[in-house]
C-alpha cells in the first residue's frame, strides 16, 4: 500500500522491488521481464497469459475471488486549499476512530473488519476523494456513516457526494 499517483508508486516500486503494483485508476505497474512501466496493452497481454495457464475455466478463476461492494471514486470539488485544510482537521480527528486500524500512508484509510473507507487530498486537483468497500450493503453503510460522522466535525457543513 502506497501513495496515489504515478510517480509515486514508480518509485516504490523500485525502492521495494516489487514486480507488480496497481491502483483504483487501473494503472498496473511491472517490472518483472522488463525496467518497470505502466503499459495497458501490456497489463492485457499479461493478463490473458495468467488466465491461459490456468486449467480452470474463466467463470471458475473470477468466481474465487473475493466479493463486496465497492463505490467509485467519490470527488468532491473545493476551492483551492480546502482540501489540505480538511484533512489536517480530518487528521486530528483520526485517533478518535474506535475499532479500526488507521492507516495515514496517503490521506486517511480506516480499516473495518467487513471493509474499508478512505479520504484523501487529489494530487492533481482541488478536491477531496473517497472510496468505500465492505463485505455487503450493511457493512457499506455502516463505514459511509463513520466517514460522514468524521466529516461533519472536520468540515460542518460539507456536502458529501456518499
Known amino acids: 500500500m502506497w501513495r ?3 510517480a509515486p508508486i514508480k518509485t516504490k516500486v523500485r525502492e521495494s522491488g516489487a514486480l507488480l503494483a496497481g ?3 487501473g494503472h498496473l505497474y511491472f ?23 490456468d486449467p480452470r475455466s474463466t467463470t471458475e478463476i473470477f468466481a474465487a475471488l473475493p466479493g463486496g461492494l465497492t463505490t467509485p471514486e467519490l470527488a468532491m470539488p473545493l ?5 489540505e485544510r ?6 486530528r480527528l483520526a485517533d478518535r476512530l474506535d ?7 496517503d490521506g486517511l484509510r480506516a480499516e473495518f473488519d467487513r471493509g474499508f473507507g478512505v479520504v484523501r487530498a487529489s494530487n492533481t486537483l482541488p478536491q477531496l476523494t473517497f472510496r468505500f468497500e465492505g463485505d455487503d450493503a450493511q457493512a ?4 459511509q456513516s463513520l466517514f460522514r460522522r468524521l466529516m461533519e466535525k472536520a468540515a460542518p457543513g460539507l456536502p458529501l457526494p456518499f
Open 23 to 25: 491502483e483504483l485508476t
Open 31 to 53: 517490472k518483472e521481464r522488463w525496467f518497470g512501466f505502466d503499459d495497458a496493452l501490456y497489463a492485457g497481454a499479461r493478463l490473458l497469459e495468467v488466465l491461459s495457464l
Open 140 to 143: 457499506l453503510e455502516k463505514i
Open 86 to 91: 480538511i484533512m489536517r482537521a480530518v487528521l
Open 4 to 6: 496515489s499517483g504515478h
Open 99 to 105: 475499532g479500526v486500524e488507521v492507516i495515514r500512508i
Open 79 to 83: 476551492a483551492e486549499g480546502e482540501p
